[in-house]
């Protein structure tokens, strides 16, 4: 499995990003795709989740209505689109996914990863 997150760049406060996650390698049926951040001395942390065939939105609670996660399972790629960016939204944004369609909100649980994508938000 291989997962490409692409998108980032550097935006001013108040801006948007919309990132991308080209997913190769299997079928994904309706296993679990999620994004998580990691700011520069911070652990990582869960954005949001969903089922590749679409579904249920799953969102940290200090980010649910400025990001929304979704699928286009047929090009086997997700998106996280961020709108209203903060400088506090800085970070590295990763995409992950399983071979089991149950949410979770631990990195740790998560077999397989992109390489990351850096969002920088400017005050």
């Known amino acids: 499995v291989q997962l490409q997150a692409s998108g980032g760049g550097l935006v001013q406060a108040g801006g948007y990003l919309r990132l991308s996650c080209a997913a190769s390698?299997?079928?994904?049926?309706?296993?679990?795709v999620a994004w998580f951040r990691q700011a520069p001395g911070k652990e990582r942390e869960f954005v949001a989740a969903m089922r590749w065939t679409g579904g249920n939105t799953y969102y940290s609670d200090s980010l649910k209505g400025r990001f929304t996660i979704s699928t286009d399972n047929a090009k086997n790629t997700a998106y996280l689109q961020m709108n209203n960016l903060k400088p506090e939204d800085t970070a590295v944004y990763s995409c992950?996914?399983?071979?089991?369609?149950?949410?979770?909100?631990?990195?740790?649980?998560?077999?397989?990863w992109g390489q990351g994508t850096q969002v920088t938000v400017s005050s």
């Open positions: 390698g299997r079928t994904f049926k309706d296993y679990v």
């Open positions: 992950a996914t399983n071979s089991d369609r149950y949410i979770r909100r631990n990195a740790a649980l998560y077999h397989y």
